[in-house]
């Protein structure tokens, strides 16, 4: 069993940055983690994912519309990933979701929601022009 906590969502202004945390209960240590978002009246949508494997983590992906600014990174001793968001524009609004598939030996994480059988409650990020 894998319990995920979020935190760190907030209103910020277009252009300002937030960074929020997924702090991680269970064993983590071969899974996928991500995020996703889902803003009012759309679908769920992946935001980016990093595979562990043997508790190492790898290389985050990304999806095209937060790439450059947006980054993914974990600290092992915490078991807490974190999502950076940089250069925040009003179309980020949206609730921010973690997600894990655990345990997993896939080489690369999926971005499809179904995928992953952990969820956190969400935190919610709103941007002002």
């Known amino acids: 069993q894998v319990q995920l906590v979020e935190s760190g969502g907030g209103s910020v202004q277009a252009g300002g940055s937030l960074r929020l945390s997924c702090s991680a209960s269970?064993?983590?240590?071969?899974?996928?983690m991500g995020w996703f978002r889902q803003a009012p009246g759309k679908e769920r949508e992946w935001v980016g994912d990093?595979?562990?494997?043997?508790?190492?983590?790898?290389?985050?992906e990304y999806a095209d519309s937060v790439r450059g600014r947006f980054t993914i990174s974990r600290d092992n001793a915490q078991n807490t990933l974190y999502l950076q968001l940089d250069s925040l524009k009003p179309e980020d609004t949206a609730m921010y979701y973690c997600a894990a598939r655990s345990p997993t030996s896939a080489p690369r994480c999926s971005n499809h929601p179904l995928w992953y059988n952990y969820w956190g409650q969400g935190t919610q990020v709103t941007v002002s022009s």
């Open positions: 990093i595979p562990i494997h043997g508790g190492r983590q790898y290389d985050a």
């Open positions: 269970g064993d983590t240590k071969s899974s996928c």
